[in-house]
């Protein structure tokens, strides 16, 4: 509960936000105007054809800008939770320190510009970081064999993912 409300508190005005910045001039446009084989296009040639898809993906929702913000804030909602989680399942701090770590992640600088378009993506390859680690921890547990397989494949899958996300290949 104290993680939603910090969430909400840090990030709630995302989603009553409507504005276009920075880079998203060009994507918004491309979405607005539905030229899919353009943006498509912009975004294989530069080697990153996963965020062309994701965006075209998100420009084919009725209201894809209010997409874009609900997105950017319940990624921002999942990675404190996942990093909550995480911190506690490794038993290196205690509940009240895990507390402590995901807010502190919740409130990171950096995160005020996740509500862009051309952002998002990043932040999605990030919640797939957390989410894959969250999930290999999972492979821990006393579970059957095919579950512990699920969650091997699941977590692979979302690390691939985000690696898409070029810094946490450093």
């Known amino acids: 509960l104290i993680l939603i409300i910090s969430c909400i508190t840090s990030y709630g005005l995302i989603l009553l936000n409507d504005g276009i910045y920075w880079d998203d001039w060009l994507i ?3 979405l607005k105007e539905k030229d899919w084989q353009t ?23 009725p209201n ?18 996942l990093i909550y989680l995480i911190a506690k399942k490794t038993l ?26 051309i952002l998002l993506p990043y ?4 919640f797939s970081f957390f989410a894959g680690v969250y999930f290999a921890l999972q492979i821990e547990e006393k579970i059957s064999q095919t579950k512990k397989f699920f969650l091997h494949a699941l ?12 810094s946490l290949l450093v």
């Open 28 to 30: 918004y446009f491309y």
């Open 39 to 61: 943006l498509i296009a912009a975004f294989v040639d530069s080697g990153l054809p996963l965020m062309g898809f994701l965006h075209w993906g998100m420009g084919a929702l």
């Open 64 to 81: 894809f800008l209010f997409g874009y913000r609900i997105a950017a804030f319940l990624s921002l909602l999942g990675l404190s939770i």
């Open 92 to 117: 290196c701090v205690g509940e009240g320190e895990s507390l402590w770590i995901a807010l502190w992640a919740t409130a990171y600088p950096a995160f005020q510009a996740a509500h862009t378009i």
């Open 123 to 126: 932040l999605l390859f990030y």
């Open 155 to 166: 977590s692979v899958i979302l690390f691939l993912i985000a690696f898409n996300f070029n």
